[in-house]
């Protein structure tokens, strides 16, 4: 029989009872550590901490095993067993390398082995070891499952901090809690608070725990500015809950109005912020093709206060070909991050030949990305990256003297895609929301918006303005005397070459030496049918009716094609025209008919009348007053205006100092600092004059004659 045939079915029992040994150690202590960390960490912790541990167990458990070698069971052969006469070696050696005596022997101790079994070589059971850690691992299980979690369970009170002196018979706030319960989309932990001021997220449950002394009837909390909220009792103590859907102030009234006035408490709703989209690659906005390229890659990266969602979508739009003739394609792909919840990178890989994306097309995109709000997730998309692919086709040459400008540039091909979307918008009614369907065609006008503006840069900017209202109520635009914008009187032909030429100057509106005065009267005219479209096309889809808008779409489409006809004009390299000089009044000192150049001081039209009416009241000034101040006009206006003020909690706060307490000057000086704050300031200031350097220093001191 070989060696090994021998050591195997003599080792199998011994390796078997280590390895579950082990096992039957290793596990529970596993378990355990897992309980303790999913307490401590929460699920996805406890998963590593309990894979860790069942995988140490394994190595050890094999670690174990493999000591049950060949030599340990000769070892263990001549500890047990007197008839192997300590020579179980023998059983394991080559005959060929034996001698008469030891082959003898070795046949002796073959025929003798098989009078015992395996199985009582094997190590004993640890049944001691296994049950102490498993009876271990039940009680830490245990603990971690039935310790109360922080704001389960009775809270534990801390001392009051009212700061209100007792009165006989008067119930007093002594003991506090305030559990907080943020929403479950912030992953946020539920935490109890010894303060009753505190900042919470927007939405967040909230708990409060009160006892008094003596007992109290009929305690409250009053909210400043809104209806005061129960307490009910709950045996020694009285609770009470509320959900933070806004900042608030409020107060614990233990006495129903009797006794000391308590102290404000401010509790502050932090509202979830909108994720934050950055491009990261590439730097620039527009990137071209490079050679050999078959794919894009570009890296964005979403940030949020408590977690961005996993899947985004990326939207791709693929403009293909050039002027009007140009095609336009969306797609949105969805496309999965990486990194934590708070912090993803998105790197969507784009093939070329998927796409369709080849020679003289550009590609944009743009990621949109969700946090984790519930139940209205916030939207925020990234900034566009575009991805070009210049055409084989190089431009022209020219030799002219003079600019070659082309009238139609590249983005003037967006109106069709304007009457393309619309009409898509039309198919896709049904299927919409009416929120939803008013947004989209919001957007639509406003990408005609910004072709019009474009648009009108050839017109001279006269026609950017925003559209009008189908209403009877505007007046004809008209230029008048006095409008600020006058031609001036005729000007009278000076003798000289180039009379007959200077039609512009006689006839014309020349604004400056921009695109405006290019253009022919025609294609001029042309040009501004096509905008005042546009307008229309506007107002329609900005009040959701992209149905009415088309019509205006196509005819402005169809002018703009006219004014394809002229295809380039030429612009002269001149300089700028500037006004006559008269040398008659020069260095004469008269000044008639020169107007005055004094304008008119009109009073500032301004919002915070009660804050500056308080300001005053409250100071040492003439206005001053002494005693008790009119303060509900000050009120309502805090209120009004809370989201422009700095701080509007703090601000009501002192006013309601003030208005329980109007000889404390301490509180209406806090009153009065609030409202400087909150006061307007002046669209425009005088700037402070830049304190000179030390050489300015010297220079001024010297032009006074002053020593250096």
């Known amino acids: 029989?070989?060696?090994?045939?021998?050591?195997?079915?003599?080792?199998?029992?011994?390796?078997?009872?280590?390895?579950?040994?082990?096992?039957?150690?290793?596990?529970?202590?596993?378990?355990?550590?897992?309980?303790?960390?999913?307490?401590?960490?929460?699920?996805?912790?406890?998963?590593?901490?309990?894979?860790?541990?069942?995988?140490?167990?394994?190595?050890?458990?094999?670690?174990?095993?493999?000591?049950?070698?060949?030599?340990?069971?000769?070892?263990?052969?001549?500890?047990?067993?007197?008839?192997?006469?300590?020579?179980?070696?023998?059983?394991?050696?080559?005959?060929?390398?034996?001698?008469?005596?030891?082959?003898?022997?070795?046949?002796?101790?073959?025929?003798?082995?098989?009078?015992?079994?395996?199985?009582?070589?094997?190590?004993?059971?640890?049944?001691?070891?296994?049950?102490?850690?498993?009876?271990?691992?039940?009680?830490?299980?245990?603990?971690?499952?039935?310790?109360?979690?922080?704001?389960?369970?009775?809270?534990?009170?801390?001392?009051?901090?009212?700061?209100?002196?007792?009165?006989?018979?008067?119930?007093?706030?002594?003991?506090?809690?305030?559990?907080?319960?943020?929403?479950?989309?912030?992953?946020?932990?539920?935490?109890?608070?010894?303060?009753?001021?505190?900042?919470?997220?927007?939405?967040?449950?909230?708990?409060?725990?009160?006892?008094?002394?003596?007992?109290?009837?009929?305690?409250?909390?009053?909210?400043?500015?809104?209806?005061?909220?129960?307490?009910?009792?709950?045996?020694?103590?009285?609770?009470?809950?509320?959900?933070?859907?806004?900042?608030?102030?409020?107060?614990v009234d233990p006495a129903a109005g009797r006794g000391p006035t308590p102290p404000l408490h401010r509790i502050d709703a932090i509202a979830d912020a909108v994720p934050q989209v950055k491009a990261i690659s590439p730097k620039a906005s527009l990137t071209l093709v490079t050679r050999g390229q078959r794919s894009w890659s570009p890296t964005f990266t979403a940030t949020d206060d408590y977690g961005v969602a996993a899947s985004a979508r990326l939207r791709i739009t693929l403009a293909i070909g050039e002027g009007e003739n140009v095609t336009f394609t969306e797609r949105e792909i969805a496309v999965t991050g990486s990194g934590p919840a708070r912090d993803r990178r998105f790197t969507p890989r784009l093939d070329f030949g998927t796409l369709g994306f080849g020679p003289g097309s550009d590609m944009v995109v743009q990621l949109i990305v969700r946090d984790n709000r519930s139940p209205a997730p916030q939207e925020a998309r990234s900034p566009s990256l575009i991805l070009r692919w210049p055409s084989a086709q190089q431009p022209e040459g020219s030799g002219l003297e003079g600019m070659v400008n082309t009238v139609l540039p590249a983005y003037f091909r967006s109106q069709r895609q304007v009457i393309i979307d619309a009409e898509a918008l039309l198919k896709q009614k049904s299927r919409l929301s009416a929120d939803r369907y008013l947004a989209r065609s919001a957007s639509i006008g406003t990408d005609q918006q910004i072709l019009r503006g474009r648009y009108s840069q050839f017109l001279g900017g006269e026609?950017?303005?925003?559209?009008?209202?189908?209403?009877?109520?505007?007046?004809?635009?008209?230029?008048?005397?006095?409008?600020?914008?006058?031609?001036?009187?005729?000007?009278?032909?000076?003798?000289?070459?180039?009379?007959?030429?200077?039609?512009l100057a006689d006839y014309g509106h020349p604004h400056d030496d921009s695109a405006a005065s290019s253009l022919d009267p025609e294609t001029r005219a042309i040009l501004k049918n096509a905008v005042d479209e546009m307008w229309q096309s506007e107002v329609h889809l900005r009040q959701g009716h992209p149905d009415l808008a088309l019509p205006f779409a196509y005819r402005a489409l169809r002018f703009i094609k006219e004014v394809q006809q002229a295809t380039r004009i030429f612009l002269s390299r001149v300089g700028p025209e500037l006004p006559p000089i008269d040398p008659s009044r020069r260095m004469t000192g008269k000044r008639e008919g020169a107007a005055s150049r004094t304008l008119a001081v009109a009073p500032v039209e301004r919002g915070d009348g009660p804050a500056a009416a308080a300001w005053r009241a409250l100071g040492d000034g003439p206005g001053a007053i002494r005693g008790p101040i009119a303060l509900d006009a000050l009120d309502r206006w805090v209120r009004s205006e809370a989201a422009r003020l700095p701080d509007p909690l703090a601000l009501s706060g002192a006013l309601d100092a003030v208005r329980r307490d109007p000889d404390c000057t301490p509180c209406r000086a806090k009153l009065r600092g609030l409202l400087w704050t909150a006061m307007e300031r002046p669209s425009a200031r005088p700037a402070r004059r830049v304190a000179p350097n030390a050489n300015g220093t010297r220079y001024l001191r010297a032009i006074e004659g002053a020593a250096p």
């Open 463 to 503: 026609e950017s303005a925003q559209p009008q209202l189908p209403t009877a109520d505007a007046d004809a635009e008209t230029h008048h005397d006095g409008d600020g914008h006058d031609h001036g009187p005729p000007r009278q032909p000076a003798p000289g070459f180039g009379v007959a030429e200077d039609v």
């Open 1 to 251: 029989m070989s060696a090994t045939a021998l050591t195997r079915p003599w080792t199998a029992p011994a390796r078997k009872r280590a390895f579950l040994n082990a096992i039957a150690i290793g596990v529970p202590l596993a378990l355990g550590a897992a309980a303790v960390t999913w307490r401590l960490a929460g699920v996805g912790a406890a998963i590593a901490t309990l894979t860790v541990g069942l995988a140490l167990s394994l190595l050890i458990a094999l670690r174990l095993a493999a000591r049950f070698d060949q030599d340990w069971l000769i070892r263990t052969l001549d500890a047990r067993r007197p008839d192997m006469e300590d020579s179980a070696a023998l059983l394991f050696a080559d005959n060929a390398t034996l001698g008469p005596l030891q082959r003898l022997q070795q046949a002796r101790l073959t025929a003798r082995i098989d009078a015992d079994t395996p199985d009582r070589l094997a190590p004993e059971w640890q049944r001691r070891s296994i049950a102490l850690t498993a009876i271990a691992a039940l009680i830490i299980v245990a603990l971690a499952l039935l310790w109360p979690r922080p704001g389960q369970g009775p809270p534990t009170l801390a001392p009051a901090s009212e700061g209100v002196a007792a009165a006989p018979g008067i119930p007093r706030l002594v003991a506090q809690n305030l559990r907080i319960l943020p929403p479950a989309y912030t992953g946020l932990p539920v935490r109890d608070s010894q303060s009753l001021d505190a900042r919470v997220p927007h939405g967040s449950r909230l708990e409060w725990t009160l006892r008094f002394d003596p007992q109290a009837s009929v305690p409250r909390l009053l909210m400043l500015g809104s209806q005061p909220l129960a307490l009910r009792r709950d045996g020694e103590d009285w609770i009470a809950s509320r959900t933070a859907d806004a900042a608030f102030l409020y107060r």
